[in-house]
Nanobody, 128 residues
Framework: HVQLVESGGGSVQAGGSLTLSCQHS????????VAWFRQVPGQEREGVAS????????YYTPSVKDRFTISWDDAKKTATLQMATLKTEDTAMYYC??????????????????????WGQGTQVTVS
């Protein structure tokens, strides 16, 4: 069983920065893709960034590339999403996610929620 617990959301002015963290626990050895998604009420969940922990390869949706940075600390079993130059359109509930098994890097980078059965409870990010 895998558990994910997010922290670090909040409110910030446009142009500011926030860092989200996600503590992973449980049986993690069988899976190697960690991701962040976000969702606005009434809209579909959107993949934001992912990292293939075995290869340390990162992937980003175009709207956040060069502004967001995803990382994985294997010793602490923690995923981090550093968000800079935030825009009002970044306002959403942010969720961390983990794959069930090992994914091809291309699949990890596709940021399709189908491949992620494990989810955190979500943390709200509001940019005004």
């Amino acid at each position: 069983h895998v558990q994910l617990v997010e922290s670090g959301g909040g409110s910030v002015q446009a142009g500011g920065s926030l860092t989200l963290s996600c503590q992973h626990s449980g049986n993690l050895r069988a899976s190697d893709c960690v991701a962040w998604f976000r969702q606005v009420p009434g809209q579909e969940r959107e993949g934001v960034a992912s990292i293939s922990t075995n290869e340390n390869s990162t992937y980003y949706t175009p709207s956040v590339k060069d502004r967001f940075t995803i990382s994985w600390d294997d010793a602490k079993k923690t995923a981090t999403l550093q968000m800079a130059t935030l825009k009002t359109e970044d306002t959403a509930m942010y969720y961390c996610a983990r794959s069930r098994g090992r994914l091809l890097p291309s699949t990890c980078g596709a940021l399709t929620s189908t491949w992620f059965p494990y989810w955190g409870q979500g943390t709200q990010v509001t940019v005004s």
